[in-house]
């Protein structure tokens, strides 16, 4: 008689240790990352190098944050990548035709018209967010191609004007890049966890269709995620041309799934209904410090990409293992 709850106290206690490695197994990783790349190489938590890995990881924090808002309200932005590109030329383009007072906004409305035409399309007319964004992934580089003839974009006086202070300067010896990133997360942060969107956002991602009949505008809600998505790329895009005062045309290319790994790893869900700003943001620095300091030990650019696929993969399978209190599925 005294077996049974000694039994059920166990079989608790290896549910709540499962449990807490599925929601904190990215964490305590991250630590042993850090901890290896520390005594691999000492340069590695000097102040310069880390705060050369923010000053980096600023241009897809900015991009994934507003992605957070579209994974949250239970949809996918595979096209962010693609509209960086787009945002960079174009700005750079009328930076000398306009002059960067008025090029800015023309950028930025520019981008705000595409993510219009994606949100209209999986808000209103509810068609399948990851195959409406797939397609305007190749869509937009189209259009880029199209915009810029095929060329390269480059400012003509790069020593005249202030437009490189987005990208290069600094304020109290921080740059500008990393402050634009922090406001831009204090903001949204505050936006998605203290606001009447914010909780819409989480509704409607939990449940669509219960939101909907509690009187949420369900089509609006996810029409304003991706307005937000695209304004987030479209500030990435101006950072991103005003760093290197020139571009090519594929500059964002592939960063869509470095996007996506930053937010998932960040603990939002791909089911929708969970995850934070502040946590992306820890994501985005995952990220960034574990590509870091893959280079610092002395292996290849290339291999970033297989390390990125395979912290996709562990933190899909940690969020699934999350909402099922186990690591492992019962049927295996």
């Given at each position: 008689m005294q077996s049974r709850p000694a039994a059920r106290t166990g079989g608790l206690t290896g549910a709540k240790v499962g449990t807490f490695l599925a929601r904190q197994g990215i964490l305590i990783a991250f630590v042993l990352f850090m901890v290896g790349f520390t005594v691999a190489n000492e340069r590695f938590l000097e102040p310069d190098n880390i705060l050369g890995v923010i000053r980096s990881s600023a241009?897809?924090?900015?991009?994934?944050?507003?992605?957070?808002?579209?994974?949250?309200?239970?949809?996918?932005?595979?096209?962010?990548?693609?509209?960086?590109?787009?945002?960079?030329?174009?700005?750079?383009?009328?930076?000398?035709?306009?002059?960067?007072?008025?090029?800015?906004?023309?950028?930025?409305?520019?981008?705000?018209?595409?993510?219009?035409?994606?949100?209209?399309?999986?808000?209103?007319?509810?068609?399948?967010?990851?195959?409406?964004?797939?397609?305007?992934?190749?869509?937009i580089h189209g259009l880029t191609l199209t915009y810029s003839g095929g060329q390269n974009m480059d400012i003509a006086d790069k020593e005249g004007t202030w437009f490189s202070v987005f990208g290069q300067g600094e304020a109290l010896g921080i740059p500008v890049p990393i402050l634009i990133f922090a406001a831009l997360a204090a903001l949204l942060g505050i936006v998605l966890a203290k606001t009447p969107f914010g909780r819409k956002v989480y509704a409607v991602g939990g449940n669509g269709t219960a939101a909907t009949f509690s009187g949420i505008r369900r089509a609006r809600v996810v029409f304003s995620c991706y307005l937000v998505s695209a304004f987030c790329v479209a500030t990435a895009g101006l950072i991103q041309a005003s760093r290197s005062m020139g571009s090519q045309n594929t500059v964002g290319q592939g960063m869509e799934l470095e996007v996506l790994a930053a937010v998932i790893l960040g603990g939002a869900s791909l089911m929708g209904g969970s995850g934070t700003i502040f946590k992306t943001v820890i994501g985005v620095l995952i990220l960034g410090f574990i590509q870091n300091g893959l280079l610092l030990i002395g292996l290849e650019f290339y291999v970033q990409y297989v390390v990125t696929w395979i912290i996709i993969i562990l933190a899909v399978w940690l969020d699934v293992a999350a909402k099922r209190g186990r690591l492992l599925s019962p049927i295996a």
């Open positions: 241009i897809l924090g900015v991009m994934a944050l507003g992605v957070t808002f579209v994974v949250i309200s239970g949809n996918l932005d595979l096209s962010v990548g693609s509209l960086m590109s787009f945002s960079t030329i174009v700005v750079l383009d009328l930076h000398d035709k306009l002059g960067p007072a008025l090029a800015i906004p023309a950028m930025f409305a520019m981008t705000l018209a595409i993510g219009a035409v994606i949100g209209f399309l999986v808000g209103y007319l509810r068609l399948n967010s990851l195959i409406v964004t797939l397609g305007m992934l190749s869509a």
